[in-house]
């Protein structure tokens, strides 16, 4: 007896001189996907019984398979590798034929410049066809069994059709090592404080407002050099190298990684900053400033004023009063937690190096900043997320050059002069070069642990409470403001 009418009752399940066969055909949408039309697989010499289990099997599996590929993202990837498979034994063969000589440089790299238009022009091929032959060229003429030209023109010739291929490549695929991402990654790998990070970001989209969100592995000497012209001519070196400092630590990061193989800011001269570090620096205050500027905080901040709310003027007075008396970073007033802050020290932690972390005994004259802070007074600046700072800074400047009659308004001195300023009051005051550092933050003074009880904390509070910045010194000598011009 036949089998013929038993095979009819399962589906897929063909019968051809006694021998069964799983034979299905490929819907028509994913022909392309999967590279063929039908499937055709042999049960083997078995039983009827057993054809049956494996076709209901096969059946099941491509169910799944079908219904997965309705999905757009996974059809996709199926379809690169089906067209990456077809591509595979021509490209093996060209990197065969280049290994042991057949092809030279200017043969493997024809099969890019001369393919290039072909894909780009080919009416039949849709972004999937294109990618996989892309970056088949690009595995044959760029790969490793290919030398780099010595000859300069044909090196030239040789990086641009690389970069063009590179190009097509990332606007179908995409690239995730875009200078945006790397400069993500970077940040996350150096632990850039947020602070500083907000910075960097703010210099990262400057160049790419210049040149693109470029592939970091397409960003080139030439745009490098584009970026810098595109600056102020009229920039700071020392601004011009700030406005790098994280390009150059997003490239050591991609070299570092492996993204890129050259360093394109090799060849990129910025221009040295020709000032002296004391003209450079914020200048501080002298002691009859300090006292003009107590008397005028006295006088605007110590009664309400219009545009500025009451718990706003009183934070921005507290704060000034902190930093005149602590010499610490505006930043780090603005950073300050609860736990950093008690009726003896102020805790200064992630500051902006390791160094920066510190313990500053309170000085009498802001014996009142703990009880201040711990009742919320600085809470009024956490609406400022980008710079908390930004209000103190504001109302000092305006309290000094705009209120104030006769104004401060050397633009040398500003709200970070007050660290420099408190420092050239330590060492009129007699403090060595040791303790003026480790008061600023620039040098640890002994193991923090010991800070409430141990010989370390005990003489930085007796120099500190030895310090007014307000007093006049008959002969008060050279001034050296230690860290004064640090951001």
């Excluded at 690239?175 to 996350?188: F, H, K, M, P, Q």
């Excluded at 008396?325 to 300050?336: D, G, H, I």
Aim: hydrophobic content about 35%; aromatic content about 8%.
């Amino acid at each position: 007896m036949g089998f013929g009418h038993m095979t009819k009752k399962i589906l897929h399940l063909k019968e051809n001189g006694g021998r069964f066969f799983y034979r299905r055909r490929v819907p028509d949408r994913h022909h392309k996907t999967l590279g063929f039309t039908m499937w055709n697989r042999p049960c083997g010499d078995v039983s009827y019984q057993k054809a049956v289990v494996l076709v209901t099997a096969w059946t099941a599996d491509d169910d799944k398979l079908i219904q997965s590929l309705d999905n757009p993202t996974i059809a996709l990837e199926v379809r690169q590798t089906t067209e990456a498979r077809r591509m595979a034994p021509r490209v093996q063969a060209v990197i065969h034929d280049a290994t042991v000589g057949a092809y030279q440089t200017a043969d493997t790299l024809a099969i890019a410049r001369d393919g290039m238009p072909w894909v780009d022009q080919n009416p039949e091929f849709d972004a999937q066809d294109r990618l996989v032959r892309y970056r088949a060229q690009m595995a044959a003429s760029f790969g490793p069994h290919v030398r780099v030209p010595t000859d300069p023109d044909k090196r030239d010739e040789f990086e641009f059709i690389k970069r063009k291929l590179e190009r097509r490549i990332a606007e179908i695929a995409g690239d995730r090592n875009t200078i945006r991402s790397v400069a993500e990654l970077y940040y996350e790998f150096a632990q850039i404080k947020p602070g500083v990070r907000a910075k960097y970001r703010r210099n990262i989209a400057r160049l790419v407002a210049t040149v693109g969100d470029m592939p970091i592995s397409h960003l080139t000497s030439r745009h490098l050099r584009d970026f810098r012209d595109s600056l102020s001519p009229e920039m700071l070196g020392s601004s011009l190298a700030a406005t790098f400092t994280p390009i150059r630590g997003m490239i050591a990061y991609a070299i570092g990684e492996e993204l890129i193989q050259d360093n394109p800011m090799a060849s990129v001269k910025l221009k040295h900053d020709k000032r002296s570090i004391r003209q450079r620096k914020w200048k501080p205050y002298s002691p009859e400033q300090v006292q003009m500027l107590f008397k005028a905080m006295e006088q605007f901040w110590g009664k309400q004023l219009r545009n500025l709310p009451d718990e706003r003027r009183k934070a921005v007075w507290m704060s000034v009063r902190v930093q005149a008396f602590t010499a610490m970073r505006p930043k780090e007033v603005q950073s300050l937690k609860p736990e950093d802050v008690t009726d003896r020290w102020i805790r200064v932690q992630d500051s902006k190096n390791p160094e920066s972390d510190r313990v500053i005994p309170l000085h009498p004259e802001i014996s009142d900043f703990p009880a201040f802070f711990h009742a919320g007074g600085l809470k009024c600046f956490e609406t400022q997320t980008k710079d908390r700072v930004q209000s103190v800074r504001h109302n000092f400047a305006r309290l000094t050059r705009e209120l104030m009659d006769p104004p401060l308004d050397d633009p040398k001195q500003v709200l970070y002069s007050l660290r420099s300023t408190f420092s050239n009051a330590m060492r009129r005051a007699g403090a060595d070069q040791e303790m003026r550092r480790a008061i600023l933050g620039h040098a640890t003074a002994g193991a923090l642990k010991h800070y409430e009880d141990g010989p370390e904390f005990e003489l930085k509070r007796k120099w500190v409470r030895a310090t007014d910045p307000c007093r006049i010194y008959i002969d008060p000598g050279e001034d050296d403001d230690l860290g004064s011009g640090d951001e």
